[in-house]
T-cell receptor
Framework: GAVVSQHPSWVICKSGTSVKIECRSL??????MFWYRQFPKQSLMLMAT?????????EQGVEKDKFLINHASLTLSTLTVTSAHPEDSSFYIC????????????FGPGTRLTVL | GQNIDQPTEMTATEGAIVQINCTYQ??????LFWYQQHAGEAPTFLSY????GLEEKGRFSSFLSRSKGYSYLLLKELQMKDSASYLC???????????FGQGTELSVKP
């Protein structure tokens, strides 16, 4: 099956710092990747759609200057949380849709971000 | 607008059958997915329906009625490890993004 990895799996940082999260498709190419945020006991909320070689498409209410997304290759997308604050603490999950052969998206294991 | 509804919680007994319903109203439709998610982990794919009818895969089956905006996930021969959150998601037909319901927390008891 298709495997998606995320790094780091968890991170603790001080308020005001920036954190970069990587999402990689390990055995397939993905022209499109998605970034989600999930608060405790809640469902996944789509933050943005990341397209290789072009700008990300952000969902309404998501600040694009705060959540920087770069999809530089067909196997890597990064999410940078800039000037993180405690309210940004959450579980961030990426998913990737293979360019061919599958109907579903494959999810990474998630990154637990805690901002002190 | 986009709206996907599922029950918040359900409880069932080990060995029994449980049906989790999902109703949706979305501006576009390009398939409905069911995912299982254990606490602190990423969702794992269970099923995909794009045409009306029943899709069966082992102990799990999923049904779709596009005219009614309705789907259900059927879990048979429940096991304790089936205790998890079950997420219903609709894929739109513009860009392929998934819109998730709030998830159904299933507790399987002995």
């Amino acid at each position: 099956g298709a495997v998606v990895s995320q790094h780091p799996s968890w991170v603790i940082c001080k308020s005001g710092t920036s954190v970069k999260i990587e999402c990689r498709s390990l055995d397939f190419q993905a022209t499109t990747m998605f970034w989600y945020r999930q608060f405790p006991k809640q469902s996944l909320m789509l933050m943005a759609t990341s397209n290789e070689g072009s700008k990300a498409t952000y969902e309404q209410g998501v600040e694009k200057d705060k959540f920087l997304i770069n999809h530089a290759s067909l196997t890597l997308s990064t999410l940078t949380v800039t000037s993180a604050h405690p309210e940004d603490s959450s579980f961030y999950i990426c998913s990737a849709e293979p360019s061919r052969g599958y109907n579903e998206q494959f999810f990474g294991p998630g990154t637990r971000l805690t901002v002190l | 607008g986009q709206n996907i509804d599922q029950p918040t919680e359900m409880t069932a007994t080990e060995g029994a059958i449980v049906q989790i319903n999902c109703t949706y109203q979305t501006s576009g439709f390009n398939g409905l997915f069911w995912y299982q998610q254990h606490a602190g982990e990423a969702p794992t794919f269970l099923s995909y329906n794009v045409l009306d009818g029943l899709e069966e895969k082992g102990r799990f089956s999923s049904f779709l009625s596009r005219s009614k905006g309705y789907s259900y996930l059927l879990l048979k021969e429940l096991q304790m490890k089936d205790s998890a959150s079950y997420l219903c998601a609709v894929r739109d037909n513009q860009g392929g993004k998934l819109i998730f319901g709030q998830g159904t927390e299933l507790s399987v008891k002995p």
